[in-house]
């Protein structure tokens, strides 16, 4: 687990850095846009926001890292199995939903429709916080502090299930515009929450991060092709 005793200051300041990011990107637009410029600010805001914080969390957690490689290594097999098996069906779950909210009438987030286009148009920039950056940052929020901080270091199944649904909340939520928060809007992230339901099983299970890393960098790509 990323939350231990002797990590809960690091993860409280590295949760708190985060937060405070996101809600600064997500409520000054303007400010960004007027510092730096339209086109710089939608280039480079993603590569910059997620590759600091990749850095930063490595920096911060390279002994624990260094664990869960080691750990991974020792464990290979059973994790890509856990990892193969979340996978499949994190896009079974993914493709199904899409489908129902397409049936609905309700598309993509307007967050997630900003990405896909910022992808197409930015390539390098938005392709490494989407499938490298971004998917370890984020499952460090998710699974290693927010999961870990309901879950505790000894939970019964009932607290474990909570957490993994809260995390999945979360990671949905982060995906939608909190400018315009709509309940259209938060149906449309529903993938992203069955995405964060798998992404937390893979955690409780394999008790390693890069489980649920690989596998939202497996997704991420995907959706990239």
């Not at 930063?56 to 957690?61: L, S």
């Not at 299930?161 to 309940?183: E, Q, R, T, W, Y």
């Amino acid at each position: 687990m990323i939350l231990t005793k002797e990590n809960r200051l690091r993860c409280l300041i590295s949760l708190l850095v985060f937060i405070a990011l996101h809600v600064f990107i997500g409520t000054q637009p303007e400010l960004i846009v007027k510092i730096f410029g339209y086109e710089n600010a939608i280039k480079y805001i993603d590569f910059v926001f997620y590759g600091g914080l990749f850095i930063f969390y490595i920096i911060v957690f390279r002994k624990t890292l260094w664990n869960c490689i080691k750990d991974f290594k020792d464990n290979s097999k059973k994790y890509i199995y856990i990892i193969a098996i979340c996978t499949f069906i994190a896009l079974v779950l993914i493709i199904a939903a899409a489908i129902i909210l397409d049936i609905c009438g309700i598309g993509e987030s307007a967050n997630q429709e900003g990405v896909d286009n910022a992808i197409e148009n930015y390539g390098i920039f938005m392709i490494l916080p989407a499938c490298l950056f971004g998917p370890l940052v984020e499952e460090f929020v998710h699974r290693g502090f927010v999961l870990g901080a309901l879950k505790g270091e000894k939970s019964g199944k009932v607290r474990t299930v909570i957490a993994i649904i809260v995390g999945a909340v979360l990671f949905g939520m982060i995906h939608c515009d909190i400018n315009n928060l709509s309940v259209t809007d938060i149906l449309s992230v529903i993938p992203q929450m069955l995405m964060g339901l798998m992404f937390g099983i893979a955690y409780v299970l394999s008790d390693n991060i890069f489980c649920p890393i690989a596998i939202h960098m497996v997704i991420n790509i995907i959706a990239t092709i």
